[in-house]
T-cell receptor
């Protein structure tokens, strides 16, 4: 059974204090790993897709990396507007959207 | 990108009643998905709604409890039937970003349901 574990569950940072969120996964053949951002009262918003170990994607202060067992979302010099819950999901190669498994997320709070 | 709206945005319901949630997309899509996001838990796929055919339900979800309609390529409804407090959750609809299997999804804003 595919599994996604995100850590920490919650993270509180001072503005400008860089850190990383972790997503550990087990999947029967990885087709893609996804990062989403979810603001309170809203649906998840797509950030990145990573397909193979060693791949990296960047967007503003966010950088996602992928190994064979985990992915990291690095946040450099975060700002209060980066506060949100970050969700990780994996898609198995054996199926389509029905084979996407989500983690429970990391709730990030950035303090001014 | 697709713009998705859901109605209602939130509701408080009594146990034993039913609630129908609407999902409207601003473009035609073949597949629409319904998810449940319970407090502290991950998003769980309930079913895939295909236009012109019966919805496909995931393990643990049945049509009698979560009937789905898909009358056209831009609209779908999910009904939560005979509700109990365990049905309190956020319900989200989503659509694929493209026809490629590996692509991601656009999500609606969600419907927050509290069952008393």
């Amino acid at each position: 059974e595919d599994q996604v574990t995100q850590s920490p569950e919650a993270l509180r940072l001072q503005e400008g204090e860089s850190s990383s969120l972790n997503c550990s996964y087990t999947v029967s053949g990885l087709r893609g790993l996804f990062w989403y951002r979810q603001d309170p009262g809203k649906g998840p918003e797509f950030l990145f897709t990573l397909y193979s170990a060693g791949e990296e994607k960047e967007k503003e202060r966010l950088k996602a990396t992928l190994t064979k067992k985990e992915s990291f979302l690095h946040i450099t010099a975060p700002k209060p507007e980066d506060s949100a819950t970050y969700l990780c999901a994996v898609q198995a190669s054996s199926g389509g959207y029905q084979k996407v498994t989500f983690g429970t997320g990391t709730k990030l709070q950035v303090i001014p | 990108s697709a713009v998705i709206s859901q109605k209602p945005s939130r509701d408080i319901c009594q146990r034993g009643t039913s609630l129908t949630i609407q999902c409207q997309v601003d473009s035609q899509v073949t597949m629409m998905f319904w998810y449940r996001q319970q407090p502290g838990q991950s998003l769980t796929l309930i079913a895939t709604a295909n236009q012109g055919s019966e919805a496909t339900y995931e393990s643990g979800f049945v049509i009698d409890k979560f009937p789905i309609s898909r009358p056209n390529l831009t609209f779908s409804t999910l009904t939560v039937s005979n509700m109990s407090p365990e049905d309190s959750s956020i319900y989200l609809c989503s659509v694929p970003t493209s026809r490629q299997v590996t692509e991601t999804q656009y999500f609606g804003p969600g419907t927050r349901l509290l069952v008393l």
